[in-house]
């Protein structure tokens, strides 16, 4: 049974940074794409960001392209999210997502339906 817990949400200044962890767990993750999704108030849940487990290649939100990194530790089973350069609008609760599969990452990113797993989400909050 896949198990995903994410840490590292908080509270921070517009400018400021934040680092999300994910700690993934039950199975090898080779063949998988993990990725975070958000979830403001009175909001449907929307993609950040995917990488392939196996190759590393990445793939993101436009509204967060070059102010965030989606990286993955394969020894730790570990994806992180660095946010830099935040905005009050990224303010929501961040979700870590599995699926296993070979689409390419445009394919994830259009529905979260797709993902099989996800986390219990951690609160992001950018305060202006």
């Known amino acids: 049974q896949v198990q995903l817990v994410e840490s590292g949400g908080g509270l921070v200044q517009a400018g400021g940074s934040l680092r999300l962890s994910c700690a993934a767990s039950?199975?090898?993750?080779?063949?998988?794409?993990m990725g975070w999704f958000r979830q403001a108030p009175g909001k449907e849940r929307e993609f950040v960001a995917a990488?392939?487990?196996?190759?590393?290649?990445?793939y993101y939100a436009r509204s967060v392209n070059g102010r965030f990194t989606i990286s993955r530790d394969n020894a730790k089973n570990t994806v992180t999210l660095q946010m830099n350069s935040l905005k009050p609008e990224d303010t929501a609760v961040y979700y870590c997502a599995a699926e296993q599969g070979f689409s390419t990452l445009v394919y994830y990113s259009r529905r979260d339906s797709i993902w099989d797993y996800w986390g219990q989400g951690t609160q992001v909050t950018v305060s202006s």
């Open positions: 039950g199975r090898t993750f080779s063949g998988y794409v």
């Open positions: 990488i392939r487990w196996s190759g590393g290649d990445t």
